[in-house]
């Protein structure tokens, strides 16, 4: 097991810049999920530390060592493939073999280790079949399995689960947290969904076009987003942006949206002064109704008309429209049903509110 | 008053004139082989201009014993030779394959344009260097020179073949064995040769065929002991006074192997030229 140490690392294609010196620390025994849209790097700064891409500037380390010239056999990491990259001529017990043979292990370890990995992922019975002979839920576990026998410094994940069912993927992810909590191997997991990284990461890494937006842990970057595209891109439905201007009413501070006030709190983002433009970002479940709306102060009341609701049976997607003008997504309990076109009272948790920078894009706190 | 969509096709007097020009054409182009056969059958006496449509009167069969005792060391020779360039250009197609579509490198795809280059000059344009270079090398007159030869020009079609055949491997499956600790040739013996099995089908039927119908390489870099059949089969008809039941029945033995070879392992070329044309 090793930390693993990214120092400015660049690459090129050509003339091509795709990672602009990019500086990450994973620490020891830590599931770090690297996560961003398509196009963002994500997959090339793995393929860099599994060394199947070389370095167009900078260093990666993992434990002591500089790996930039380092073949990729030599640097003990293994790595899960997105479409598995399960050798189709072999078995399943070949297959998670493979490696320790390269490796000119004996057969007796060979044999142990891989009897060790197909007895945790449930693989036993299926030992002498070939890959095409096994669903995709079990080809992922070998794929799984194939690293695990290696006892790496370092997993590697490139989307792993993205090919299985939705039903499925929820499964292999609760696996993969558990596998985690058992070997305690440092891993570096690549996703697009975001849901994949709020879940299994102890730190989430969020990139776009090659620079990193913000590293954090998943409560962190959800309530405390960098800047209006993590705020955007972390959290399912999207974080609600709007538009408004600080006024300073009996020396208290307000976003003014519309003709609604959003009390700003007190200590937070100094730099907002009467006058400034600002953009507020409210995540959908931290708008209330019915009872709840009771808890919050009368303040942070309001009024608005439903516009469209999807029940999900848990809870409820609301699109709420408040001053005619400003249109809100609101996640509230399933219980609470809720017409279009009715007025309804809302309530907001203004405490969670966070405030943005129109021209920079970047949070204020 | 739907039609059923399953019933016996109906016929047309648009099929019947189709499969009557269809039969008329394959008998035409049978007419070589019914002229080929027939006359191998017949005892040279019988054969003549005016009766060669003719089945023979008794069914002559030695003329394929003789044939074969008079072709016997031009088949040992096209035998030798097709093995050793079949061989020889189908591994080295398939490291170059290899090469070329998992181990791409600065300007390989530039040597590669150059390899199919290859493809398109006609042996006709390089015998005369390539009999210089042979004998410079030493090689010309006999198999050695002759094997050179074929490995070195079907290298351009196997290259090609194997080449495309491997991009349809997951490169994902490459860099996987990488991980795992396997190098450049643990790659290609461990996990690229055994996947190789269509490719190698495919090229190895294409080169049989063109090392063995070959003729004119094996008639200008091989002395007479070392001719392939094609070039035995030709001495055979030249000359004065020709018993055409010979060259007949030598023909039909020259043909016989690749015509086999195509109807046993006809359907996995097939397969293996429309490999990746359709998703599985």
């Given at each position: 097991?090793?930390?693993?140490?990214?120092?400015?690392?660049?690459?090129?294609?050509?003339?091509?810049?795709?990672?602009?010196?990019?500086?990450?620390?994973?620490?020891?025994?830590?599931?770090?999920v690297?996560?961003?849209?398509?196009?963002?790097?994500?997959?090339?700064?793995l393929?860099?530390?599994a060394?199947?891409?070389?370095?167009?500037?900078?260093?990666?380390?993992?434990?002591?060592?500089?790996?930039?010239?380092?073949?990729?056999?030599?640097?003990?990491?293994?790595?899960?493939?997105?479409?598995?990259?399960?050798?189709?001529?072999?078995?399943?017990?070949?297959?998670?073999?493979?490696?320790?043979?390269?490796?000119?292990?004996?057969?007796?370890?060979?044999?142990?280790?891989?009897?060790?990995?197909?007895?945790?992922?449930?693989?036993?019975?299926?030992?002498?079949?070939?890959?095409?002979?096994?669903?995709?839920?079990?080809?992922?576990?070998?794929?799984?399995?194939?690293?695990?026998?290696?006892?790496?410094?370092?997993?590697?994940?490139?989307?792993?689960?993205?090919?299985?069912?939705?039903q499925?993927?929820?499964?292999?992810?609760?696996?993969?947290?558990?596998?985690?909590?058992?070997?305690?191997?440092?891993?570096?997991?690549?996703?697009?969904?975001?849901?994949?990284?709020?879940?299994?990461?102890?730190?989430?890494?969020?990139?776009?076009?090659?620079?990193?937006?913000?590293?954090?842990?998943?409560?962190?970057?959800?309530?405390?987003?960098?800047?209006?595209?993590?705020?955007?891109?972390?959290?399912?439905?999207?974080?609600n942006?709007?538009?408004?201007?600080?006024?300073?009413?009996?020396?208290?501070?307000?976003?003014?949206?519309?003709?609604?006030?959003?009390?700003?709190?007190?200590?937070?983002?100094?730099?907002?002064?009467?006058?400034?433009?600002?953009?507020?970002?409210?995540?959908?479940?931290?708008?209330?109704?019915?009872?709840?709306?009771?808890?919050?102060?009368?303040?942070?009341?309001?009024?608005?008309?439903?516009?469209?609701?999807?029940?999900?049976?848990?809870?409820?997607?609301?699109?709420?429209?408040?001053?005619?003008e400003?249109?809100?997504?609101?996640?509230?309990?399933?219980?609470?049903?809720?017409?279009?076109?009715?007025?309804?009272?809302?309530?907001?948790?203004?405490?969670?509110?966070?405030?943005?920078d129109?021209?920079?894009?970047?949070?204020?706190? | 008053?739907?039609?059923?969509?399953?019933?016996?096709?109906?016929?047309?007097?648009?099929?019947?004139?189709?499969?009557?020009?269809?039969?008329?054409?394959?008998?035409?182009?049978?007419?070589?082989?019914?002229?080929?056969i027939?006359?191998?059958?017949?005892?040279?006496?019988?054969?003549?201009?005016?009766?060669?449509?003719?089945?023979?009167?008794?069914?002559?069969?030695?003329?394929?014993?003789?044939?074969?005792?008079?072709?016997k060391?031009?088949?040992?020779?096209?035998?030798?030779?097709?093995?050793?360039?079949?061989?020889?250009?189908?591994?080295?197609?398939?490291?170059?394959?290899?090469?070329?579509?998992?181990?791409?490198?600065?300007?390989?795809?530039?040597?590669?344009?150059?390899?199919?280059?290859?493809?398109?000059i006609?042996?006709?344009?390089?015998?005369?260097?390539?009999?210089?270079?042979?004998?410079?090398?030493?090689?010309?007159?006999?198999?050695?020179?002759?094997?050179?030869?074929?490995?070195?020009?079907?290298?351009?079609?196997t290259?090609?073949?194997?080449?495309?055949?491997?991009?349809?491997?997951?490169?994902?499956?490459?860099?996987?064995?990488?991980?795992?600790?396997?190098?450049?040739?643990?790659?290609?013996?461990?996990?690229?040769?055994?996947?190789?099995?269509?490719?190698?089908?495919?090229?190895?039927?294409?080169?049989?065929?063109?090392?063995?119908?070959?003729?004119?390489?094996?008639?200008?870099?091989?002395?007479?002991?070392?001719?392939?059949?094609?070039?035995?089969?030709?001495?055979?008809?030249?000359?004065?006074?020709?018993?055409?039941?010979?060259?007949?029945a030598?023909?039909?033995?020259?043909?016989?192997?690749?015509?086999?070879?195509?109807?046993f392992?006809?359907?996995?070329?097939?397969?293996?030229?429309?490999?990746?044309?359709?998703?599985e």
């Open positions: 097991m090793a930390n693993v140490e990214i120092k400015k690392v660049v690459k090129k294609y050509g003339p091509v810049e795709v990672i602009h010196g990019v500086d990450l620390s994973v620490h020891e025994n830590e599931f770090i690297l996560v961003g849209p398509s196009g963002c790097g994500k997959s090339t700064l393929r860099m530390v060394g199947l891409e070389t370095l167009s500037g900078g260093e990666i380390s993992i434990g002591d060592r500089v790996v930039n010239n380092v073949s990729p056999k030599d640097r003990n990491v293994a790595m899960v493939f997105q479409n598995y990259a399960l050798y189709p001529h072999m078995t399943v017990r070949e297959n998670m073999g493979f490696s320790l043979k390269m490796r000119k292990k004996s057969k007796e370890e060979q044999n142990e280790r891989v009897m060790e990995a197909a007895r945790i992922l449930e693989l036993e019975p299926y030992l002498e079949r070939k890959p095409s002979e096994l669903s995709g839920g079990q080809r992922q576990r070998v794929a799984m399995g194939r690293a695990m026998v290696r006892k790496p410094d370092v997993f590697l994940f490139d989307e792993p689960l993205s090919n299985l069912d939705a499925l993927r929820t499964q292999m992810r609760m696996e993969l947290r558990k596998m985690h909590m058992r070997l305690k191997t440092t891993t570096i997991y690549v996703t697009h969904d975001q849901i994949e990284a709020m879940t299994l990461a102890d730190r989430i890494v969020i990139l776009k076009d090659g620079y990193i937006q913000q590293v954090g842990t998943p409560i962190e970057v959800f309530e405390k987003p960098n800047n209006v595209f993590v705020a955007k891109f972390i959290g399912n439905p999207p974080m942006i709007l538009e408004g201007v600080c006024n300073v009413i009996d020396g208290k501070r307000f976003v003014v949206i519309g003709k609604t006030r959003f009390p700003i709190q007190d200590g937070v983002a100094a730099e907002i002064v009467d006058g400034s433009p600002v953009l507020a970002g409210i995540r959908p479940d931290s708008i209330k109704m019915g009872q709840n709306v009771e808890r919050l102060p009368k303040d942070w009341w309001c009024h608005g008309e439903v516009v469209v609701s999807e029940i999900l049976g848990a809870h409820s997607l609301l699109e709420i429209i408040i001053d005619g400003n249109d809100l997504l609101a996640e509230v309990e399933g219980r609470i049903v809720a017409h279009p076109g009715e007025t309804v009272r809302i309530g907001f948790e203004f405490d969670r509110m966070v405030l943005f129109p021209e920079t894009k970047m949070a204020l706190y | 008053m739907s039609k059923p969509t399953t019933t016996t096709s109906r016929i047309t007097i648009g099929t019947i004139s189709m499969y009557g020009a269809l039969f008329f054409l394959a008998l035409f182009f049978l007419m070589p082989a019914y002229m080929a027939v006359t191998a059958l017949k005892p040279p006496a019988e054969i003549n201009l005016s009766t060669a449509w003719e089945l023979p009167s008794k069914f002559h069969w030695s003329s394929f014993s003789d044939a074969l005792s008079l072709l060391s031009n088949i040992v020779s096209s035998v030798i030779l097709t093995v050793c360039a079949t061989t020889l250009s189908t591994v080295l197609g398939s490291l170059n394959g290899y090469v070329f579509s998992k181990w791409k490198f600065k300007g390989s795809e530039f040597i590669f344009t150059l390899f199919l280059f290859g493809m398109f006609p042996y006709q344009v390089i015998l005369i260097p390539l009999f210089q270079t042979l004998r410079a090398m030493n090689l010309y007159g006999g198999l050695p020179g002759l094997i050179l030869a074929h490995v070195v020009y079907g290298l351009p079609i290259t090609l073949i194997f080449r495309n055949f491997y991009s349809q491997i997951p490169t994902a499956l490459i860099e996987s064995a990488r991980l795992d600790g396997a190098g450049f040739f643990s790659v290609y013996t461990r996990i690229v040769f055994p996947l190789s099995i269509p490719g190698f089908v495919v090229t190895g039927l294409w080169q049989v065929t063109q090392v063995w119908n070959e003729f004119l390489w094996g008639i200008c870099l091989t002395r007479h002991a070392d001719n392939p059949i094609t070039v035995g089969l030709a001495q055979l008809a030249g000359g004065q006074a020709v018993s055409w039941n010979l060259p007949m030598g023909s039909i033995m020259a043909a016989a192997p690749v015509l086999l070879i195509y109807i392992l006809g359907r996995y070329f097939i397969r293996g030229l429309l490999a990746g044309s359709v998703k």
